[in-house]
């Protein structure tokens, strides 16, 4: 099984094709991928479904306040904040991601809020 893949010409949709923009009626399979920035906001009604695997993962610079009293019986004095990748419950402000992804989050419960920019990928199968 193979994807689509971009091939050039990419752009940005008008702010007038934007509001006129309708996610879930676009086919997964079609010639053309979108990357869409939007809010998503994670509804506490999912938290105790979502709480093994959250969806939409965001880099995350963890500190000493972000971490359980467990894990803090083992920070030494080398011990620095990092960014990581982390699955998590939180809103997400101005996440950027792929319009199957965003299909998939929304199909299982999270809510998006203001489109902002939109990125054309047209796309040819592979050859």
């Known amino acids: 099984m193979s994807n689509p893949l971009p091939v050039g010409k990419f752009q940005f949709l008008s702010q007038t094709e934007i509001d006129h923009f309708d996610l879930m009626s676009i086919s997964p399979d079609g010639d053309t991928g979108y990357i869409i920035k939007c809010d998503l906001i994670y509804p506490d009604h999912l938290h105790p479904l979502h709480s093994d695997y959250p969806l939409a993962p965001n880099h995350l610079t963890v500190n000493v306040k972000m971490l359980s009293p467990f894990a803090t019986q083992f920070i ?16 997400k402000s101005k996440s950027v991601t792929h319009y199957r992804n965003l299909q998939f989050y929304l199909n299982h419960g999270l809510n998006r809020h203001k489109n902002s920019p939109i990125f054309i990928l047209p796309a040819a199968p592979l050859a």
């Open 76 to 91: 030494d004095k080398e011990w620095k904040s990092s960014k990581k990748l982390i699955p998590n419950q939180r809103n």
